[in-house]
C-alpha cells in the first residue's frame, strides 16, 4: 500500500510569468471593480459607466496580446505557474479574438440595455467574468486548468442566458443550459480524471510525454478518459449529436448574449479542444480521429439541413453556427500543423462576423427582443440599404462566398483535411455548405425582396452601428486580403506538438 | 483491513452512471441537479483514489477545485430554478417537464 | 496511543459542553410547565386543525445559496493554514487577493439587500400581493359555518 507523500517543510513556489496571465488579472479585476462600485456606490452605476470599464478592460487585453506578442518573437514561447499556464503563439491570438469578441458584444448589449432598460453593471460584471474563463481555456495546459476555465465561461453564460426577465423563455433556456452544461462539465472532469490515473498526470506536456515514451498495456482507461473528454467538448461547442441544448438556448437568450456567446464560447472551448486533442493526445491521433470523423459529418449534415427547416432567424443561425463548428471540427481531425492554423484562422474569421450578425438580429428584433421571425428581414435592404446590405454581407461570409473572410477559412479548413487524405470528409462538408447557402441565399434574397411590407423604420444605435461596421470590414478585408491574417495564423503555432 | 483501489474506482463509476442514468431519465430539475452533485462527488472520488494509488498529490488538490465548482454550479442553477418558478407562481417541478431536452 | 489523546480529550470536552449546556438551561430556565395552548404554534387566534403547509419562502433557498458559496470558500483557507509559514509573503499576498474577491461578493449581496430577514413585501416587490380578501375567501371556503 503506498502512501500520501507528506507535505515537506519547504514549498518551491512556482514562478510566475506575470505577463502570460495578465490578460486574465485585467478582466477578473474589472469584473469585482465593478461588482464593488455596484455595491458601494449609492446611485446605480450606469450602463455608460458599466460598458465604459468593460471597453477599456477589454481594449487592455488587446494591448497585452501586442506585448506577449513581441515577448514571444523576442524569447519564445514558454509555460509558467507549474506548466499549467501556456503562452505561445496560439493562445495570444486566441486570447486576442476573445477581447475583440467581448468588445464588439459589450457595445451591442449597451444598447440593448438601454432599449430595454436595464440599470446595473450586472449584465458586463458577468461579460467580464465570461471572458476571463475563455481566456483561461485558452492559454490553460492542464486538465484541471481548462475545467475551471471552462465552468467560469459557463456560469458567467448560464446567468446571462436568463438575464432577460421579460420573456418566460429566457429562464427556462437558461435551466436548460444549466442542466446540460452540468452534465457535459461533469462529464468532461470524469474523462480527465481517467485520463490522470492513465498517465499519472492531468497537465498536457507531461501526458504528451508519458504517452510518447511508455506503451501502456492496458489502455482502456485512457481511451475511455479521452472519449469522455471528447464528448465534454462537443457538448460544448454544440456538435452532433450533443447539439440539442444549442437552438433552444440561441433562441430563449437575450440577442447580445446570443451573439457574445456563440463567439466566445466557440473561440474558448475550440482552443482548449485543439490543445487537448493534439498537445496532449497527438500520439493517439489515430485513434481519436475516427469518433471526431464521425462528428465532423454528423455536425456539418444535421447542422445545414436542420437550418434549411427554420423560420426563426435565432434558431437558424444556432443550427447555422453548428454547420461551423463541424467545420472547425475538420481543422482538428486534419491534425497538422496547417490543420491548426486553419482552425486558428477559422475561429479570428468567425467571432466577429457572428457578432455582427447578431447585432442586426438584436435590432430587427425590437423592443422586448420578440420579432425575429425570417419575415421580419423581408426588404430591410430596400428600406434601409446600408444595415440590409450588411447583413447580406455577414451572412454571405458565413455561406463562405468568395471576397469574404469564410471563404478563405473554409477553403484553408478543406485543403488542410484533404492535405492528410481526408477527401471524403472534405466533399461531405462542402456538400453540407452547398444545402447551407440555401437558406443563407434564401434569408440575403428576403434581405432584397420588393414586396411591399408594413415596416417601421429601424434606429441604428451608434455603437451597435459601429459593430456591424467593424464587422462588416473585417469580414470584406481578411476576405479579399487574408494574406496577412494567414500569416499571423501560421506563426501562431502551438507550443508542444507531437 | 486493505480494500483494493479497483473498488472506489467501481463504486466511483457506479455513483457516476447512477448520476448519468438520472439525469436523463428524471423529469424533475431539482433531482437533476442532485445527479449532478452525485456525478461530481463520483470524479472527486477517482481523483482521491488515483492521487493514492500513484503517490500523487495534484488528484487531491483537484478535489478541492471540483468541490467549489460544484457549490458554484449549485448556486447558479438554484437562483435560476427559482427564477424559473417565481414566474410561474408555483414550485411544482412536474410543471418542468415541458423544458426536457 | 499517545496521538489519539487530543481526540479523546475533544470527545470529551464535547460532551462535557453538550450536557453541560443541558443542566445548565434545566437549573437556570423558569420553571413552567407546559400547556397545550403553550405547544401551539399560535398562543393566539384560530386553533390550527391541519399541519401549516411545508412550503418555504424562496427567501430560505437564497440564504441557503449564500451559505453554500461562503462555506465552500473555506476548502481554501485551510491547505493555506497548513503550509502558512512556508509560503511567506507570496501566500498572504495570495490569500488577501482571494478574501476581497470573495469580500467583493459578500458587499454585493448585503447592496442588494440579500441578507436582510423582515416582512416578505418590503423584500420582493414583484411577489403577487395577500389581500385581505383572497384572505377572507379562503377561511370562508374551509368552513363557512365558523367563518359566519
Known sequence: MTTVPVVSSSITIPSIHYLAILPVIILLGASVVLVFATALVRTKVTQFVASSVTVAASVAVLVVTYFQWRCLDSSGPSTTIAHAIVLDGFSVVATGVVAVSLLMATLVAHDWAL?????????????????????????????????????????????????????????????????????????????????????????????????????????????????????????KIAAVPFHLWSPDVYEGAPTPVTGFMASIVKVGAFAAFVRVLISALGTQIDTWRPILWVLVVLTTVVGASVALLQRNAKRMLAYSSINHAGFILLGIWAGTTRGVASTLFYIVTYAPTVVATFAVVTLVGGLGDENHSIGGYRGLARRQPWLGASMCVLLLSQLGAPLTSGFYAKYSVLASTIDVGGSPLALIALLSAAIAACFYLRWSSALYSDEPVEATRIVVPLSTGIVIGVGVAMTLVFGIWPGPLVTLCQHATLLFTP | MNVPASWYLILAAVLFGIGAFGLLTRRSALIMFMCIELMLNAVNLTFVTFARTLSDIGGQATVFFVMVVAAAEVTVGLGIVVAVFRRRSSTSVDELSELKG | MDQYLPILGLLLLGVLFASGSLVASAWLAPHKRPTDAKLAPYECGIVPESEPPQRFPVRFYLVAMIFVIFDIEVVFMYPFAVVFRQLHVFGLIEILTFSLTVFAALVFLVSEGALQWGPVKYLTPGMPERTSSSTIVRIGRDDPEQAA
Open chain 1, 115 to 235: 432599449r430595454e432598460r436595464i440599470v446595473g453593471a450586472e449584465y458586463q460584471i458577468l461579460a467580464l467574468a465570461a471572458s476571463a474563463g475563455a481566456v483561461l481555456m485558452t492559454q490553460a495546459n492542464d486538465l484541471v486548468v481548462i475545467f475551471l476555465g471552462l465552468e467560469i465561461l459557463s456560469l458567467g453564460l448560464y446567468v446571462l442566458v436568463a438575464f432577460d426577465r421579460h420573456r418566460h423563455t429566457s429562464a427556462e433556456a437558461a435551466l436548460k443550459y444549466f442542466l446540460l452544461g452540468g452534465f457535459a462539465s461533469a462529464i468532461f472532469i470524469y474523462g480527465a480524471a481517467l485520463v490522470y490515473g492513465a498517465t499519472g498526470s492531468t497537465n498536457l506536456s507531461t501526458m504528451s510525454y508519458f504517452l510518447a515514451s511508455n506503451v501502456l498495456t492496458h489502455p482502456g482507461l485512457l481511451y475511455a478518459g479521452f472519449a469522455l473528454l471528447i464528448v465534454g467538448f462537443s457538448f
